[in-house]
């Protein structure tokens, strides 16, 4: 039987892990790092934060300019990080990028859940809210992208999962909470056939867009991150689109400057990808088994494991 969490003992997550791969990430510099890249996994790093979320921005036009009336492709974009977002409204302006021409397309990727059903843009933590505030409506009326080719996680599940098909999504980007999820593919809880091993690699890549409970450490992260510190803003549950549509995507990139996940984190994830060591209480080590994959950062934010009191 695995070792027991010791965060929260009703789930699974990185505290569950063996002990020497934990030491393994641990010990790992910056420039150890580096050389975690291989075929179909690239390790990335920027020195300014300037440089990192202007590149993290061009993502978006650069998958935007590939998409024709004919074949109609586009990005599924994060919150957390945001602070691309307003770069990227400047980007398409100062370039006169007609998204509506181009048929350009844009999946949010998660949305907060209260009673059952996606909160609206009136909720103050709305997801999609924050991207068309931060985002694209600060793109000009003739440039923008018309609202049927914004594709949210609310409503119908079923409907918004159809959409990869419908349409090519050249890039998923994220950035990667404290339970090492992207999106809000959180590790699941200790219970039923998941109380002595958490799901196998290939059941949770099975997953698709859906409605997840969400990991306390998720939820304090969100309060500490978007909230103030208020956690009881942050709603327990959430809309997320899943590995299902993950594997769809033609590259998975993934924007660490250090705000999110801390120096360990950060490492634990780049190690198992590179080492192709998935395992789904740590949910980003599943993108081992994409076949294209990308984690920037922001080489100062890396930080070091070192103990240091505070």
């Not at 985002?135 to 923008?144: G, P, V």
Request: proline share 7%; hydrophobic share 35%; charged share 25%.
């Amino acid at each position: 039987m695995r070792k027991q969490s010791v965060v929260a003992p009703g789930w699974w997550d990185y505290t569950t892990i063996d002990d020497e791969l934990v030491a393994d990430a641990a010990k790992l510099t910056v420039k150890d790092l580096e050389k975690l890249s291989r075929p179909g996994f690239k390790v990335v790093m920027y020195d300014t934060i300037e440089d990192f979320y202007l590149a993290e921005a061009l993502e978006y036009i650069e998958a935007w300019k590939q998409s024709t009336p004919a074949n109609p492709c586009g990005i599924c974009g994060p919150i957390g990080p945001t602070e691309q977002l307003p770069l990227v409204a400047r980007l398409v302006n100062a370039i006169g990028l007609n998204l509506g021409k181009l048929d350009a397309h844009f999946w949010g990727m998660d949305e907060w859940v209260q009673d059952g059903k996606a909160v609206g843009t009136d909720h103050p933590l709305s997801f999609a809210k924050c991207d068309k505030e931060l985002c694209f409506n600060k793109i000009q009326a003739k440039l923008r992208m018309p609202d049927k080719n914004m594709h949210f996680p609310g409503g119908d599940l079923d409907a918004y999962s159809k959409t990869y098909d419908q349409f090519c999504c050249k890039l998923m980007q994220g950035g990667q909470g404290d339970t090492k999820h992207w999106a809000f593919n959180d590790p699941v809880k200790r219970e039923g056939k998941y109380e002595k091993n958490p799901p196998s690699p290939a059941e949770f890549r099975k997953l698709g867009t859906r409605i997840v409970d969400l990991h306390p450490m998720t939820v304090m992260q969100n309060a500490r991150t978007s909230g103030g510190g208020n956690i009881a803003l942050v709603p327990t549950r959430a809309a997320t689109v899943g590995p299902k549509e993950t594997w769809k995507a033609e590259k998975v990139s993934i924007w660490q400057a250090g705000c999110h996940d801390n120096a360990f984190g950060m490492r634990l994830t780049t190690l198992m990808i590179s080492k192709k060591v998935p395992d789904s209480a740590v949910p980003m080590s599943l993108l081992a088994d994409h076949p294209n994959v990308q984690f920037n950062f922001f080489r100062p934010g890396l930080g070091t494991c070192k103990v240091e009191m505070h």
